[in-house]
C-alpha cells in the first residue's frame, strides 16, 4: 500500500514506532559509548597494576611479544621496550633451558596440558643470568592463542636456599666427621636423624633406623629403662642430662658400654632431644683391669706383710729346730739300731722334718720358699704326685693331657710338689661327690701384655693348668683364694695356708698362677713357669752318708745353742772346730788363722756385721776363701745374690750330720 492509500491513523502509528526504534538506538548508542568509556577505565586500571605491578607480565604468541611490562624489562636489565623489540623472545632463555621454555609455551598456545609454574634461568642485557619463577596460562589476545606470563625474580631466594644447602652439607660433614654417635629424636623415643657414626657404632643402615626406637632396639633389657621418660621430660625442661648406659646393636645382640649426653632442641617448631653418644667400652676395659690390679696390688702388700711376719717365724722356727735336729743327730750318731732309744731319736729326727715342712710351706707364702733348685721335668712331677693323689682319692677320676718335649724348668721340686698336691686338696674339697680332674701341660710364649700385670718377664713359660667339675667360686671368693687362712671350706676340710703358700711359692719361681671359676661350673688353677733362657744341667745326685772329715772349721753363729750344736756336729764328724759368736768376732779369727781355715760355715742374719757384710770382709782378706752359708730361711733373696757372687755353697736350718757332711764334702771338693 503506498502512502495515498494509508490512512492517517497508520501513517501517525508508523511514525510512533519510528520514533520509539530512533530512541532504542540512541540509547543503545549511548550505552556503547559508556561500555568504551568503562573499557578504557577498566584498560588503564589493569594496566597501571600490570606496569607497577612486583612480577614481570608478558603476553606472547610464538615467538612475537605482544606486551611486556616495565619489571619484565628491569629483570632483564633492559630501560625500554624499544631495546627488546628486535630481540626474539626465547634468545633471552638460558641455553640450557631454552628447550624446555619453548616446549611448554608451543604446548600452552595448541592447548594442550603443559605446567603452569616451573623455574627456569633468562639472560639479562649485561650476559648474567637471572632465576625466576614463571606462572603460565592459555589466553585469546587479539583473536589470536596466546601465552599470559607472570616472571618473578628468585635469584636472591635460589642464592639464599643454596647457602643453607652449602650450610646443611657442611654441618651434615661436621656431624659424620665427630667421632661420637649422634642422633636426633622425639619424645616417644623415635629416631627423627643420625650422623654417619650412629651407623657404623650400631651397626644399621640410614633406612632401618627410622623404623626402630632407643627403648626397643638400642638398649639392653638389663638398663633402668622406666628412668628413660623423666629424663627426657627433664631435658625438653632445659636440663643437660649425662649417664652411662648399656647400648645394643640390633642386629646381633651384642651390647657395648656408652656415655649419654642429652640436650633440647627444636625441629620445626617442635621439641626433640639431641643425644650425642660416646663408646666407653675401652675406657670400662681400663678401668676395670686398673681396678683389679689395685686388688691384686693392695692383696700383694698385705701378703707381703703377713709374709714377713711368716718369714721371721719360720726363720726362728727353723733356728729352734736345728737345735733340736743337731742334738738328735748327735745322739743317734754310732748308736746301735738296736738300742731302745734309737727309734725314738729317729721319731724326734721325723718331726724335725714335719716342722721344717711346715716352715717351708711359710717360707714358701713368704716368697723365700726355694730350697734347692734343680731342672725338673714338670710331666714326671706331675704323674708321680696325681699318681699317689689318686690311689687315696678314688672318687676322682684324673684325666691328663700331657704336652710332649716339655722344656726342663729350674724349681725347687719339693716346693711345687706342694703346690700341685695343695691345688689337688682343693679340686677334692670341691667335688664332695666325686668328680673328673683334668691335668694339662704345653709351652707357651707370654707377650708383655700378659706378664706385665704379674710383674713377671715376657718368654717362654711352661703352662700347667689343673681343673675340675666342682661347685665353683663366685667372684668375691676369687679374689680371696691365695689370702693366708682364708676357706670356703668347714673345720677340718681348709687347707690353710695351701693356696697362700701355693702363691708365693710360684711367685718367688718367677711364675704367675691365676684362678678361673664359675659358680656350679668347676674351677681352674693356672700356673706358668719360666723356662730358663739357657738348657739347665741336670746334676748328678751322689749318696754320701755321714763321713768322717778333716781340717778346720770355723763355725759363725749369734746364737749360742746353734753355736754349740753345729761345733759339737762337726767335732763328731772329724773336723777341728772354731766358733764365732759374731760377724766381727769371725773376722778377728779368720785374720789371726789365715791359712790354716779350710772351710767358713756362715749364718746369714746376725745383729752388728751381718753375715753378707762378713762374707765380703772375708772375700777382701782371702779371696779364695771357701764359705758355706747357713739360714733358716730358704735360698733366695739375700743368700742367691751371695752365691751369684761367688760364695760356695748353702745349707738350710735344720741339718742333720748327713746333710752337713755331704755339704762339705762338696764344697772341698770330696765328693
Same mark, same amino acid.
Given at each position: 500500500?503506498?502512502?495515498?492509500?494509508?490512512?492517517?491513523?497508520?501513517?501517525?502509528?508508523?511514525?510512533?514506532?519510528?520514533?520509539?526504534?530512533?530512541?532504542?538506538?540512541?540509547?543503545?548508542?549511548?550505552?556503547?559509548?559508556?561500555?568504551?568509556?568503562?573499557?578504557?577505565?577498566?584498560?588503564?586500571?589493569?594496566?597501571?597494576?600490570?606496569?607497577?605491578?612486583?612480577?614481570?607480565?608478558?603476553?606472547?604468541?610464538?615467538?612475537?611479544?605482544?606486551?611486556?611490562?616495565?619489571?619484565?624489562?628491569?629483570?632483564?636489565?633492559?630501560?625500554?621496550?624499544?631495546?627488546?623489540?628486535?630481540?626474539?623472545?626465547?634468545?633471552?632463555?638460558?641455553?640450557?633451558?631454552?628447550?624446555?621454555?619453548?616446549?611448554?609455551?608451543?604446548?600452552?598456545?595448541? *592447548?594442550?596440558?603443559?605446567?603452569?609454574?616451573?623455574?627456569?634461568?633468562?639472560?639479562?642485557?649485561?650476559?648474567?643470568?637471572?632465576?625466576?619463577?614463571?606462572?603460565?596460562?592459555?589466553?585469546?589476545?587479539?583473536?589470536?592463542?596466546?601465552?599470559?606470563?607472570?616472571?618473578?625474580?628468585?635469584?636472591?631466594?635460589?642464592?639464599?636456599?643454596?647457602?643453607?644447602?652449602?650450610?646443611?652439607?657442611?654441618?651434615?660433614?661436621?656431624?659424620?666427621?665427630?667421632?661420637?654417635?649422634?642422633?636426633?629424636?622425639?619424645?616417644?623415643?623415635?629416631?627423627?636423624?643420625?650422623?654417619?657414626?650412629?651407623?657404623?657404632?650400631?651397626?644399621?643402615?640410614?633406612?632401618?633406623?627410622?623404623?626402630?626406637?632407643?627403648?626397643?632396639?638400642?638398649?639392653?633389657?638389663?638398663?633402668?629403662?622406666?628412668?628413660?621418660?623423666?629424663?627426657?621430660?627433664?631435658?625438653?625442661?632445659?636440663?643437660?642430662?649425662?649417664?652411662?648406659?648399656?647400648?645394643?646393636?640390633?642386629?646381633?645382640?651384642?651390647?657395648?658400654?656408652?656415655?649419654?649426653?642429652?640436650?633440647?632442641?627444636?625441629?620445626?617448631?617442635?621439641?626433640?632431644?639431641?643425644?650425642?653418644?660416646?663408646?666407653?667400652?675401652?675406657?670400662?676395659?681400663?678401668?676395670?683391669?686398673?681396678?683389679?690390679?689395685?686388688?691384686?696390688?693392695?692383696?700383694?702388700?698385705?701378703?707381703?706383710?703377713?709374709?714377713?711376719?711368716?718369714?721371721?717365724?719360720?726363720?726362728?722356727?727353723?733356728?729352734?729346730?736345728?737345735?733340736?735336729?743337731?742334738?738328735?743327730?748327735?745322739?743317734?750318731?754310732?748308736?746301735?739300731?738296736?738300742?731302745?732309744?734309737?727309734?725314738?731319736?729317729?721319731?724326734?729326727?721325723?718331726?724335725?722334718?714335719? *716342722?721344717?715342712?711346715?716352715?717351708?710351706?711359710?717360707?714358701?707364702?713368704?716368697?723365700?720358699?726355694?730350697?734347692?733348685?734343680?731342672?725338673?721335668?714338670?710331666?714326671?712331677?706331675?704323674?708321680?704326685?696325681?699318681?699317689?693323689?689318686?690311689?687315696?682319692?678314688?672318687?676322682?677320676?684324673?684325666?691328663?693331657?700331657?704336652?710332649?718335649?716339655?722344656?726342663?724348668?729350674?724349681?725347687?721340686? *719339693?716346693?711345687?710338689?706342694?703346690?700341685?698336691?695343695?691345688?689337688?686338696?682343693?679340686?677334692?674339697?670341691?667335688?664332695?661327690?666325686?668328680?673328673?680332674?683334668?691335668?694339662?701341660?704345653?709351652?707357651?710364649? &707370654?707377650?708383655?701384655?700378659?706378664?706385665?700385670?704379674?710383674?713377671?718377664?715376657?718368654?717362654?713359660y711352661v703352662k700347667m693348668a689343673v681343673s675340675d667339675t666342682g661347685v665353683g667360686m663366685d667372684e668375691a671368693t676369687q679374689?680371696?683364694?691365695?689370702? #693366708?687362712?682364708?676357706?670356703?671350706?668347714?673345720?677340718?676340710?681348709?687347707?690353710?695356708? *695351701? &693356696?697362700?703358700?701355693?702363691?708365693?711359692?710360684?711367685?718367688?719361681?718367677?711364675?704367675?698362677?691365676?684362678?678361673?671359676?664359675?659358680?656350679?661350673?668347676?674351677?681352674?688353677?693356672?700356673?706358668?713357669?719360666?723356662?730358663?733362657?739357657?738348657?739347665?744341667?741336670?746334676?748328678?745326685?751322689?749318696?754320701?752318708?755321714?763321713? +768322717?772329715?778333716?781340717?778346720?772349721?770355723?763355725?759363725?753363729?749369734?746364737?749360742?745353742?746353734?753355736?754349740?750344736?753345729?761345733?759339737?756336729?762337726?767335732?763328731?764328724?772329724?773336723?777341728?772346730?772354731?766358733?764365732?759368736?759374731?760377724?766381727?768376732?769371725?773376722?778377728?779369727?779368720?785374720?789371726?788363722?789365715?791359712?790354716?781355715?779350710?772351710?767358713?760355715?756362715?749364718?746369714?742374719?746376725?745383729?752388728?756385721?751381718?753375715?753378707?757384710?762378713?762374707?765380703?770382709?772375708?772375700?777382701?782378706?782371702? #779371696?779364695?776363701?771357701?764359705?758355706?752359708?747357713?739360714?733358716?730361711?730358704?735360698?733366695?733373696?739375700?743368700?742367691?745374690?751371695?752365691?751369684?757372687?761367688?760364695?760356695?755353697?748353702?745349707?738350710?736350718?735344720?741339718?742333720?750330720?748327713?746333710?752337713?757332711?755331704? +755339704?762339705?764334702?762338696?764344697?772341698?771338693?770330696?765328693?
Amino acid at each position: 500500500m503506498d502512502n495515498k492509500n494509508r490512512t492517517k491513523e497508520q501513517l501517525l502509528q508508523e511514525l510512533s514506532e519510528l520514533r520509539e526504534e530512533n530512541a532504542k538506538l540512541r540509547r543503545s548508542e549511548d550505552e556503547r559509548r559508556q561500555e568504551k568509556v568503562q573499557l578504557k577505565e577498566s584498560e588503564a586500571l589493569y594496566r597501571t597494576a600490570i606496569e607497577h605491578s612486583n612480577d614481570g607480565v608478558i603476553i606472547l604468541a610464538g615467538d612475537e611479544r605482544f606486551y611486556c611490562n616495565k619489571k619484565y624489562l628491569e629483570i632483564l636489565g633492559y630501560t625500554s621496550r624499544e631495546e627488546i623489540s628486535d630481540k626474539p623472545l626465547f634468545k633471552v632463555v638460558h641455553p640450557d633451558d631454552m628447550e624446555m621454555v619453548a616446549d611448554h609455551a608451543r604446548r600452552r598456545q595448541r *592447548g594442550e596440558q603443559a605446567p603452569s609454574s616451573y623455574e627456569c634461568r633468562l639472560v639479562r642485557k649485561n650476559g648474567t643470568t637471572v632465576h625466576v619463577a614463571i606462572s603460565a596460562s592459555a589466553i585469546v589476545y587479539k583473536d589470536r592463542p596466546a601465552s599470559l606470563g607472570f616472571i618473578r625474580d628468585i635469584t636472591e631466594q635460589k642464592k639464599a636456599e643454596e647457602a643453607l644447602r652449602s650450610s646443611e652439607g657442611n654441618l651434615r660433614t661436621i656431624l659424620d666427621s665427630v667421632n661420637d654417635a649422634i642422633f636426633i629424636h622425639n619424645m616417644d623415643g623415635k629416631i627423627i636423624d643420625m650422623n654417619s657414626k650412629m651407623l657404623e657404632m650400631y651397626r644399621v643402615t640410614r633406612e632401618e633406623v627410622f623404623s626402630m626406637s632407643i627403648e626397643n632396639d638400642f638398649s639392653t633389657p638389663d638398663n633402668p629403662l622406666g628412668m628413660l621418660r623423666g629424663v627426657w621430660d627433664s631435658v625438653i625442661k632445659g636440663e643437660k642430662k649425662a649417664f652411662e648406659w648399656k647400648a645394643r646393636r640390633p642386629h646381633d645382640g651384642s651390647s657395648f658400654h656408652v656415655e649419654v649426653f642429652l640436650g633440647k632442641i627444636t625441629l620445626a617448631g617442635a621439641d626433640a632431644i639431641l643425644a650425642t653418644v660416646h663408646d666407653i667400652t675401652e675406657r670400662k676395659r681400663i678401668e676395670e683391669e686398673r681396678l683389679g690390679l689395685e686388688r691384686r696390688l693392695l692383696d700383694a702388700q698385705k701378703l707381703e706383710s703377713v709374709g714377713t711376719l711368716a718369714g721371721g717365724i719360720a726363720h726362728d722356727f727353723n733356728n729352734l729346730l736345728m737345735g733340736i735336729q743337731g742334738y738328735a743327730s748327735l745322739m743317734i750318731y754310732d748308736m746301735d739300731i738296736s738300742h731302745p732309744h734309737f727309734q725314738k731319736l729317729k721319731n724326734i729326727e721325723e718331726l724335725v722334718r714335719s *716342722g721344717s715342712d711346715l716352715t717351708g710351706k711359710l717360707l714358701g707364702f713368704a716368697q723365700r720358699g726355694k730350697y734347692e733348685v734343680r731342672p725338673t721335668d714338670l710331666n714326671a712331677l706331675i704323674n708321680e704326685t696325681a699318681d699317689m693323689f689318686g690311689r687315696t682319692k678314688k672318687e676322682i677320676t684324673i684325666h691328663k693331657d700331657l704336652a710332649g718335649s716339655l722344656p726342663r724348668v729350674e724349681v725347687d721340686r *719339693g716346693q711345687i710338689e706342694q703346690v700341685l698336691v695343695n691345688l689337688y686338696l682343693n679340686a677334692w674339697q670341691a667335688m664332695p661327690g666325686g668328680g673328673d680332674l683334668y691335668l694339662r701341660t704345653k709351652s707357651v710364649l &707370654l707377650e708383655e701384655v700378659h706378664t706385665m700385670r704379674y710383674s713377671a718377664r715376657p718368654g717362654k713359660y711352661v703352662k700347667m693348668a689343673v681343673s675340675d667339675t666342682g661347685v665353683g667360686m663366685d667372684e668375691a671368693t676369687q679374689r680371696r683364694i691365695f689370702e #693366708p687362712f682364708f676357706t670356703t671350706r668347714e673345720m677340718g676340710r681348709g687347707s690353710g695356708l *695351701g &693356696l697362700a703358700s701355693a702363691y708365693g711359692v710360684i711367685k718367688n719361681h718367677g711364675g704367675i698362677i691365676e684362678v678361673s671359676s664359675e659358680r656350679e661350673r668347676g674351677t681352674t688353677f693356672t700356673i706358668y713357669l719360666p723356662v730358663p733362657d739357657r738348657e739347665p744341667r741336670l746334676e748328678k745326685s751322689a749318696s754320701v752318708s755321714k763321713r +768322717k772329715g778333716s781340717g778346720t772349721v770355723l763355725v759363725v753363729d749369734d746364737q749360742e745353742m746353734l753355736l754349740e750344736t753345729s761345733t759339737a756336729m762337726l767335732q763328731a764328724l772329724g773336723y777341728e772346730v772354731l766358733s764365732a759368736g759374731s760377724g766381727q768376732k769371725a773376722i778377728d779369727l779368720y785374720a789371726g788363722r789365715m791359712g790354716s781355715i779350710d772351710i767358713v760355715i756362715l749364718d746369714m742374719v746376725m745383729p752388728g756385721l751381718s753375715g753378707e757384710a762378713t762374707y765380703d770382709r772375708l772375700k777382701e782378706m782371702d #779371696p779364695d776363701v771357701k764359705v758355706i752359708l747357713s739360714s733358716g730361711y730358704s735360698l733366695d733373696g739375700q743368700a742367691a745374690h751371695i752365691l751369684e757372687r761367688g760364695c760356695n755353697g748353702f745349707i738350710q736350718k735344720p741339718f742333720n750330720l748327713e746333710a752337713l757332711s755331704k +755339704k762339705i764334702s762338696e764344697v772341698l771338693g770330696k765328693l
